[in-house]
């Protein structure tokens, strides 16, 4: 079965950059027709998605992020890793990676992203001076 495992550092400091990766076990990150994402959840708010990269390896970002994220993966090692530039105690959250996969719904003619299916269990990250 598919498995997701964040990893990287638990404290950041103000404008430096958050770089977290993400290990797939189970699966590749090169298999269409999967999205590999990062997610995150700050303390007493909702989800945020914040990208993915696809199975080519094109980064889809957030417009509440772009600016700031990016997105790397080394497929020898089915990992991807994302990168938060300039972070800020804001960025306080818990991050997770997951895996979905886009979804044609001939109703309304357009593609749904919503099918998740795998998830890491999260990774604690505290920015602070």
């Known amino acids: 079965q598919v498995q997701l495992q964040e990893s990287g550092p638990g404290l950041v400091k103000p404008s430096q950059t958050l770089s977290l990766t993400c290990t797939v076990s189970?699966?590749?990150?090169?298999?269409?027709?999967?999205?590999w994402n990062w997610i995150r959840q700050p303390p007493g708010k909702g989800l945020e998605w914040m990208g993915a990269i696809d199975y080519d390896g094109n980064f889809h970002g957030s417009p509440s992020f772009k600016s700031r994220t990016s997105m790397s993966r080394d497929t020898s090692k089915d990992q991807f890793t994302l990168h938060l530039s300039s972070v800020a105690p804001e960025d306080t959250a818990v991050y997770f990676c997951?895996?979905?996969?886009?979804?044609?719904?001939?109703?309304?003619?357009?593609?749904?992203?919503?099918?998740?299916?795998?998830w890491g269990q999260g990774t604690q990250v505290t920015v602070s001076s």
């Open positions: 189970g699966g590749s990150i090169t298999t269409s027709p999967y999205y």
């Open positions: 997951g895996r979905d996969q886009p979804e044609w719904n001939s109703g309304n003619g357009k593609w749904s992203y919503l099918r998740w299916d795998y």
